[in-house]
């Protein structure tokens, strides 16, 4: 059973938003830190955002002023907020959970969710 889940992927024009879920429920030990990946064909998978558990937050300077994350502790859900996205957005993105924030580097993930595809294009 996956320990972490994401939903919202899915096709949007450029310039248009998509906000993506991710359940964190099944993450008890490695939540202490919580980041969005995402890999597009041909790419290395690649560190976009992460959050601690007391909000503190980090981004790369490609999502910086479009990508947003937030994470609610009670309904244990990790969120990533995504505007004015661009064909370059375009990629499978990915849920991850480390013991140590920031957890940008793939070295720093315990757990990844499944993937969520996110197509940017006219």
């Known amino acids: 059973q996956a320990q972490l889940q994401e939903s919202g992927g899915g096709w949007v024009q450029p310039g248009g938003s998509l906000k993506l879920s991710c359940d964190t429920s099944?993450?008890?030990?490695?939540?202490?830190?919580l980041a969005w990946f995402r890999q597009a064909p041909n790419q290395e998978r690649e560190g976009l955002l992460s959050?601690?558990?007391?909000?503190?937050?980090v981004f790369t300077d490609s999502v910086k002023g479009r990508f947003t994350i937030s994470r609610d502790n009670a309904r244990h859900t990790l969120y990533l907020e995504m505007n004015n996205l661009k064909s370059d957005d375009t990629a499978m993105y990915y849920c991850?959970?480390?013991?140590?924030?920031?957890?940008?580097?793939?070295?720093?993930?315990?757990?990844w969710g499944q993937g969520t595809q996110v197509t940017v294009s006219s």
């Open positions: 099944g993450e008890t030990v490695n939540g202490a830190c």
């Open positions: 959050i601690n558990y007391f909000g503190a937050k």
């Open positions: 991850a959970a480390g013991p140590r924030w920031p957890c940008l580097s793939k070295t720093d993930i315990a757990t």
